[in-house]
């Protein structure tokens, strides 16, 4: 029997675009502390009484104008990514490696796709949330997560994590294929790339993660890597949430200075999620569009996320090798 295996980690998604399913997602997800720091009982009448009412409906109608006929995008990608590093590994001669994914909100629950592993008796785990950059309201509460449910299952693998990844050679080379690629089948090249990253309160700068540095590090080497020069490319933060302060620039802002600027082309990145979801096709392809080009600006274009591409589902699979196979 296997006793390795590698648990891939996104985010999560509603199981169907209806209200009361993404009132239940967004109950589980914005009741994470780790990511709404405010105290729980105050949190607690602001979300039940304000928030899901409110939003449930809403955000239903915008999950629904993305959802496929297979169903989340979110959830298509990272299934095919599973099965696709599966594939890679058995090529390389890997093939008792169990590979299977999880999502920290929704399903399939981190929890239960342990105790899959435990009755099938995997005594080293690779845990590897795909978040190329570190932040406690992504990468942290997934650890914590899986640490907790392995204590509840009262079961005990030799852990290793991956917790970020954010200059990885191989996925900072995915990055700039996908656009060299992107340009050569839209016949041109913008006037300014927009790399967008998901946005963080900036207090969690102030107390030293990492996250915004390692988006601005992400965005540079991209940035290298096609040879753009600083003023051929701008990184900003997108979704902000509530009336903090988030880290800026703001996306919506700079997309909305890029068209008044009469901006001839834009093309538009997001090299923080390797997966399309919610945020990236209709937060930024949609509503991005309608921002820039409202405000005056010329061609719009949202550069998909890595997905399948081969070039990251290898770089993928050499990390996790390297992991795996790094001694304690």
């Given amino acids: 029997m296997p006793t390795s295996a590698i648990l891939l980690i996104n985010l999560g998604t509603p199981a169907e675009p209806t209200p009361a399913a993404v009132r239940r997602y967004l109950k589980e997800f914005l009741s994470d502390p780790y990511v709404v720091e405010i105290p729980r009982l105050v949190w607690w009448i602001i979300l039940n009484v304000f928030i899901l009412p409110k939003r449930g409906k809403d955000a239903a109608a915008r999950y629904a104008s993305i959802w496929t006929k297979e169903g ?18 058995g090529e390389r001669g890997h093939r008792d490696l169990l590979v299977d994914y999880a999502m920290r909100y929704g399903e399939p629950a981190i929890k239960s796709q342990l105790s899959v592993f435990k009755e099938k008796n995997v005594n080293e785990l690779l845990l590897l949330p795909l978040y190329p950059q570190y932040a406690r309201s992504s990468t942290a509460t997934v650890l914590d997560a899986a640490t907790a449910a392995m204590q509840q299952l009262d079961y005990h693998p030799r852990v290793r994590t991956i917790e970020q990844f954010h200059d990885h050679p191989g996925y900072i080379a995915a990055l700039a294929k996908s656009v060299v690629e992107f340009r050569t089948r839209t016949a041109g090249r913008a006037d300014k790339l927009v790399m967008s990253f998901h946005g963080v309160p900036q207090y969690t700068v102030t107390r030293g993660e990492p996250y915004r540095d390692q988006c601005i590090a ?22 902000r949430f509530g009336r903090a302060e988030w880290i800026k620039p703001y996306t919506a802002e700079v997309l909305a200075e890029l068209g008044r600027r009469k901006t001839a082309r834009v093309d538009l990145i997001c090299p923080g999620f390797v997966s399309d979801c919610l945020e990236t096709l209709e937060e ?21 996320c890595l997905n399948e591409r081969h070039e990251w589902l290898t770089a993928l699979t050499d990390m996790a090798l390297q992991a795996l196979e790094k001694k304690s």
């Fill in 218 to 239: 992400t965005g540079k080497l991209l940035a290298k890597a096609l040879d753009l020069g600083e003023n051929q490319y701008q990184i900003c933060f997108q979704s």
């Fill in 72 to 89: 989340s995008p979110l959830r298509v990608h990272t299934v095919a990514q599973s099965k696709f590093v599966r594939g890679y590994l």
């Fill in 284 to 304: 930024i392809a949609v509503e991005g569009k309608a921002i820039f080009t409202d405000a005056g600006g010329g061609e719009y274009n949202y550069i998909p």
